[in-house]
């Protein structure tokens, strides 16, 4: 069993940064590929980035210049760095691992709220 906790959430004005993270318990961590999905009200949940086992990095075009996926092996933790909020950024994030078709664990979620 995998548990994913994400944080970092909160209130941002326009243009400004938030940094997310997801600890992930459990040993799969370093064999899986993380993603970020974010929902908005009202909005389907959406693939914001990835990153593989091997830290090849995928952007949905909406992210791609402002967010930064990254991972720490080490520490269990992937992270998302999202430079030049808009608020069309304002959504609840979450962070989902996947390893093979076997394993696919999702976080709670953190809200982000970037205000105009």
């Known amino acids: 069993q995998v548990q994913l906790v994400e944080s970092g959430g909160g209130l941002v004005q326009a243009g400004g940064s938030l940094r997310l993270s997801c600890a992930a318990s459990g040993s799969i961590f370093r064999f899986s590929t993380l993603y970020w999905y974010r929902q908005a009200p009202g909005k389907q949940r959406e693939l914001v980035a990835s990153?593989?086992?091997?830290?090849?990095?995928d952007y949905a075009d909406s992210a791609k210049g402002r967010f930064t996926i990254s991972r720490d092996n080490a520490k269990n933790t992937v992270y998302l760095q999202m430079n030049s909020l808009k608020p069309e950024d304002t959504a609840v994030y979450y962070c989902?691992?996947?390893?093979?078709?076997?394993?696919?664990?999702w976080g709670q979620g953190t809200q982000v709220t970037v205000s105009s």
């Open positions: 989902n691992l996947k390893l093979r078709f076997i394993y696919d664990y």
């Open positions: 990153i593989t086992s091997g830290s090849s990095t």
